[in-house]
């Protein structure tokens, strides 16, 4: 991704349609939108074989703001982190796919992943340092999404829906052990 960025960036600047200072700035835009756009339309692809696109659209709904705002352990490199996203997703859907696991069961695990959660708290990683003011918003993010997660899986227990509950714990439960694993990893370093 990086080389193509770099290229479509060179060529642009090439074109003189951007300054050659402006060339890093737009290199790293495509290669986010680039990483972006590959892993989603893998998702996509996931989810439609699997026949499984609302699962995998709240799946995403939960997961996407609890890691960005919650942090915790992230991967060295693209590659390594779209496989294991795909893997987990995968892996996330199949479980809810192929076994049913009764609500209070789903619902303690999820609520312990939760306090799990918010005993950690946000976790930095080294490579991008939080100031105190970035901190509270990502903590008041946290929570909000928490707070939703918990009304919806309230929502869940009226409807008897063992199926999307299983799917937040799931996700809870792997936000919360990336979390911690990365509090002790990054605490080290």
């Known amino acids: 991704?990086?080389?193509?960025?770099?290229?479509?960036?060179d060529y642009i600047c090439e074109k003189e349609i951007i300054t050659e200072e402006m060339?890093?700035?737009?290199?790293?835009?495509?290669?986010?939108?680039?990483?972006?756009?590959?892993?989603t339309v893998c998702s996509i692809i996931i989810a439609l074989f699997l026949g499984m696109l609302?699962?995998?659209?709240?799946?995403?709904?939960?997961?996407?703001?609890?890691?960005?705002y919650g942090g915790g352990l992230h991967m060295k490199t693209y590659f390594a982190c779209f496989i294991g996203s795909c893997l987990i997703l995968t892996a996330s859907l199949l479980a809810v796919k192929y076994f049913t696991?009764?609500?209070p069961?789903?619902?303690?695990?999820?609520?312990?992943?939760?306090?799990?959660?918010?005993?950690?708290g946000p976790v930095d990683h080294p490579n991008r340092e939080v100031d105190a003011?970035?901190?509270?918003?990502?903590?008041?993010?946290?929570?909000?999404t928490m707070f939703v997660s918990f009304l919806l899986a309230l929502f869940f227990i009226f409807m008897q829906n063992t199926r999307y509950m299983l799917?937040?714990?799931i996700v809870f439960v792997f936000i919360s052990a990336t979390s911690l694993i990365g509090r002790l990893i990054y605490r080290q370093t």
Do not use: D
């Open 1 to 9: 991704m990086e080389h193509l960025a770099k290229r479509l960036a």
């Open 167 to 169: 799917l937040q714990t």
């Open 105 to 120: 069961i789903s619902f303690t695990l999820y609520l312990s992943a939760a306090i799990l959660i918010l005993f950690i």
């Open 23 to 39: 060339t890093e700035i737009y290199q790293y835009g495509f290669q986010c939108f680039l990483e972006l756009s590959v892993s």
């Open 133 to 144: 003011r970035e901190n509270r918003t990502f903590i008041k993010r946290t929570y909000f």
């Open 101 to 103: 696991v009764p609500i």
């Open 54 to 68: 609302p699962e995998c659209l709240f799946f995403f709904l939960l997961f996407i703001p609890m890691r960005s």
